[in-house]
T-cell receptor
Framework: LAKTTQPISMDSYEGQEVNITCSHNNIATNDYITWYQQFPSQGPRFIIQGYKTKVTNEVASLFIPADRKSSTLSLPRVSLSDTAVYYCLVRPAYSGAGSYQLTFGKGTKLSVIP | SAVISQKPSRDICQRGTSLTIQCQVDSQVTMMFWYRQQPGQSLTLIATANQGSEATYESGFVIDKFPISRPNLTFSTLTVSNMSPEDSSIYLC????????????FGAGSRLTVL
């Protein structure tokens, strides 16, 4: 079970690029890295997922180095509405019986400042 | 991705009572997951519910306290029994979607306050 470590909190000004790094030193070969965003009074929402190198979608980019022991979520030009808690979750693509590996870490609370 | 509806969205309960939370999904899913999120904390998995079999509970959670039903492939309930103020939390239902490698979709949660 890959344990994840993230900074507890980060502050950023509006319009800046924000990079949040997650460490997962004991990631397994068949593990994927998934990032979620959670606003107050809502359930977490999927942002992006990757296995290696770089993945980009309409809201974020995910950078994964060759050793896959960490990953960085990049949010371009953040706005006040990006203030939320961000979680990285490492788990296999196909969960085996009795091994769903659904443990969330503490997450990173991002505060965007005007 | 799947759409999840949870009821109630919030409730205030008296100590010693029980409350049942409902989770309805707009598509058939094999597994449903119940999480607890205490104020200001991360999510903790309570149990995994598979239709037609007993739920699988995580360490620290027991069936007598958190009985779960899974009568069909779109519905599940979580009961919080004999509540105490320490049970005041947000309870979230989640399913794996078909998007990506087992990406999770969550309901909005049920916020319980126990007096």
């Amino acid at each position: 079970l890959a344990k994840t470590t993230q900074p507890i909190s980060m502050d950023s000004y509006e319009g800046q690029e924000v990079n949040i790094t997650c460490s997962h030193n004991n990631i397994a070969t068949n593990d994927y890295i998934t990032w979620y965003q959670q606003f107050p009074s809502q359930g977490p929402r999927f942002i992006i997922q990757g296995y290696k190198t770089k993945v980009t979608n309409e809201v974020a980019s995910l950078f994964i180095p060759a050793d896959r022991k960490s990953s960085t979520l990049s949010l371009p030009r953040v706005s006040l509405s990006d203030t939320a808690v961000y979680y990285c979750l490492v788990r296999p693509a196909y969960s085996g019986a009795g091994s769903y590996q659904l443990t969330f870490g503490k997450g990173t609370k991002l505060s965007v400042i005007p | 991705s799947a759409v999840i509806s949870q009821k109630p969205s919030r409730d205030i309960c008296q100590r010693g009572t029980s409350l049942t939370i409902q989770c309805q999904v707009d598509s058939q899913v094999t597994m449903m997951f119940w999480y607890r999120q205490q104020p200001g904390q991360s999510l903790t998995l309570i149990a995994t519910a598979n239709q037609g079999s007993e739920a699988t509970y995580e360490s620290g959670f027991v069936i007598d306290k958190f009985p779960i039903s899974r009568p069909n492939l779109t519905f599940s309930t979580l009961t919080v029994s004999n509540m105490s103020p320490e049970d005041s939390s947000i309870y979230l239902c989640s399913v794996e979607t078909g998007a990506g490698a087992n990406v999770l979709t969550f309901g909005a949660g049920s916020r319980l306050t126990v007096l």
